[in-house]
């Protein structure tokens, strides 16, 4: 079975920071660009950030740019997204999603999609 899966989501105070994982099953991530993608209650579904396959381009929201880090380990067909610094606005529901070779904004363009992770930044 193809599947991504999501994890490192919790409860962190502002200021504090969480690392979240996309792991995949069933497919190699080797080959394909892989994004973040958040959801908060009664919003659209919005990119965070994303990641190429070759690693070499990354790009980002403008609200995470300095706060937020992707990176991947193929080795490990894992994708991880080190948020610091976050903010309440950051809460909502975390999803990874993959592609072939390149980003794209367009959730729509994404083959496979992970079940999300919360994250809540409350104090």
């Known amino acids: 079975q193809l599947q991504l899966v999501e994890s490192g989501g919790g409860l962190v105070q502002p200021g504090g920071s969480l690392r979240l994982s996309c792991a995949a099953s069933?497919?190699?991530?080797?080959?394909?660009?892989v994004g973040w993608f958040r959801q908060a209650p009664g919003k659209e579904r919005e990119g965070v950030s994303c990641i190429r396959n070759s690693g070499e381009r990354t790009n980002y929201a403008d609200s995470v740019k300095g706060r937020f880090t992707i990176s991947r380990d193929n080795a490990k067909n894992t994708v991880y997204l080190q948020m610091d610094s976050l903010k309440p606005e950051d809460t909502g529901i975390y999803y990874c999603?993959?592609?072939?070779?390149?980003?794209?904004?367009?959730?729509?363009?994404?083959?496979?999609w992970g079940q999300g992770t919360q994250v809540t930044v409350s104090s």
């Open positions: 069933g497919f190699t991530l080797e080959h394909y660009a």
């Open positions: 999603a993959a592609l072939l070779y390149y980003c794209s904004g367009y959730v729509t363009n994404y083959d496979y």
